[in-house]
């Protein structure tokens, strides 16, 4: 059970305008993409060879081939889907509060215009404009080779994109403030000691099965062997990002995934003040552990979480269940010792 203060019912109004600015930006730019992408299908699809190349080795040849029909659903359902995978999981988080809103949107932003940029030029140079040559001789009479601005342009928009989006959007709403912990008495002959978990939410649960599930779909669509590398990965990235198992002691603060890797340990004489902040996981870009400027933190859901000040400076947080006894109990060992 945590204890994840309920979310408010009502936004204030800084609140609405921030998460409509968000919400504007991202799902227009997406309505956009969709639209110029099916434009661009429809103008070449009777251009297009009967296979078209869909993968690229380092040397630039092509080496992975699609049937016309598969590729045009295959590189609309990629260059959007994974866009619109990326809003759900930050959405369920509430990304908009967080400081890094901004940047998180611009991602999106930027990895959907980057993406179909890069599909719909491909698409187009395979139906005869420059950027893929010998292709009109086939994959059976001859190489299809990929010149390198193919995908510079693309890389380029998509970062001009996120670029603009960042100098658009409004500043980010007003953090929250930690709250002290209240010390647990602890005498000298005492021993004690504090478990807990740090599970994610159902939607991120949910959202990386998705994102298992495309991956396996795109290896069946185009054959591309590596793909099962991908969907492996992910598969690892639930034991390993979703459930924390998390002691308190006399020894300081330890955690580890249920893979057991990645694993920590903040020792009892490094912790100088221990608090109870709320974390939405747009604060940190995301769920998962995060690493940013002055702070590490392991978000696997919204809600209240434990935050640990640490003599170096940096502060380390972590969305454990019942943060406030765990804070309670540290900060009672930290006052004894």
């Keep these: 059970m945590t204890d994840a203060q309920p979310r408010t019912p009502t936004l204030t109004r800084q609140e609405q305008r921030v998460r409509r600015a968000h919400l504007v930006a991202c799902c227009a730019l997406l309505a956009v993409l969709a639209v110029g992408y099916l434009a661009v299908a429809a ?5 297009l060879p009967a296979q078209v190349p869909v993968h690229f080795g380092v040397d630039g040849v092509a080496d992975g081939w699609l049937d016309r029909g598969v590729a045009l659903v ?14 759900v ?27 179909v940029a ?25 190489e299809v080779r ?14 001009g994109v996120g670029l603009v989006v960042v100098a658009l959007l409004p500043p980010p709403l007003p953090q929250p403030i930690p709250e002290r912990a209240e010390p647990l008495a602890i005498s000298p002959s005492d021993r004690v000691s504090w478990f807990g978990r740090a599970r994610s939410a159902q939607s991120v649960l949910l959202a990386l099965l998705a994102a298992v599930v495309l991956v396996v ?3 069946l669509a185009t054959g591309v062997w590596w793909l099962w590398l991908v969907a492996v990965l992910l598969l690892l990235l639930f034991p390993a990002t979703t459930v924390f198992t998390v002691t308190v002691d006399r020894g300081g603060l330890t955690w580890r995934s249920a893979l057991g890797v990645p694993r920590g340990h903040v020792p009892l004489e490094d912790v100088t003040q ?3 902040v709320q974390v939405r996981p747009g604060d940190y870009g995301g769920y998962g552990v995060r690493s940013v400027p002055g702070a590490t933190a392991i978000v696997t859901r919204h809600g209240s979480a434990l935050q640990v000040e640490r003599e170096a400076g940096r502060t380390f947080i972590i969305t454990v269940d019942d943060a406030t006894a765990a804070a309670s109990v540290l900060e009672g060992l930290r006052l004894r010792g």
Excluded: H, K, N, Y
């Design 43 to 47: 103008l070449v699809a009777s251009d």
């Design 74 to 87: 295959a590189f609309g359902l990629v260059g959007l889907g994974l866009p619109v995978l990326l809003l």
């Design 89 to 115: 999981i930050f959405a369920a988080g509430e990304w908009w509060r967080g400081s890094s809103a901004r940047f998180v949107t611009a991602l999106v932003c930027g990895v959907a215009v980057g993406l």
């Design 118 to 142: 890069m599909f719909a030029w491909l698409l187009w140079s395979a139906a005869g404009g420059a950027g893929l040559d010998a292709l009109r001789s086939g994959p059976d009479a001859g």
């Design 146 to 159: 990929m010149s390198p601005w193919l995908l510079l342009g693309p890389l380029a928009v998509a970062v």
């Design 217 to 219: 779909l795109a290896f």
């Design 274 to 276: 221990v608090s109870v």
